[in-house]
């Protein structure tokens, strides 16, 4: 019903930047909450960073100061500005979305994940 396809994972050194893209499609009404989770082999799967329908944003406390989120609400697209990246950045990043179908139903959607891996 929603797909979400999820791009810009990569290997990055020490103090460089990267902006993770989740664009989602299907038989969309309205996107509601989207947002940005990570998770590394042998943790629970955290979250990174959360936009709301009306523009409000969290972020975890790791990340604050250096990630931000926005969203294209046009394109049903959001975006993840990681700067400063840490090597305890690195792991699989997921977006999830909230979506209000065309049926009016309310899902919650898992992107397939991106691989970010801050390194020398």
């Known amino acids: 019903q929603v797909q979400l396809v999820e791009s810009g994972g990569a290997l990055v050194q020490p103090g460089g930047s990267l902006r993770l893209s989740c664009a989602a499609s299907?038989?969309?009404?309205?996107?509601?909450?989207m947002g940005w989770y990570r998770q590394v082999p042998g943790k629970q799967r955290e979250l990174v960073a959360r936009?709301?329908?009306?523009?409000?944003?969290a972020f975890a406390d790791s990340v604050k100061g250096r990630f931000s989120i926005s969203r294209d609400s046009a394109k049903n697209t959001v975006y993840l500005q990681m700067d400063s990246l840490k090597p305890e950045d690195t792991a699989v990043y997921y977006c999830?979305?909230?979506?209000?179908?065309?049926?009016?139903?309310?899902?919650?959607?898992w992107g397939q994940g991106t691989l970010v891996t801050v390194s020398l």
């Open positions: 299907g038989s969309i009404f309205r996107i509601t909450d």
């Open positions: 936009i709301v329908d009306g523009g409000g944003t």
């Open positions: 999830n979305v909230d979506v209000i179908l065309t049926s009016r139903s309310l899902i919650t959607v």
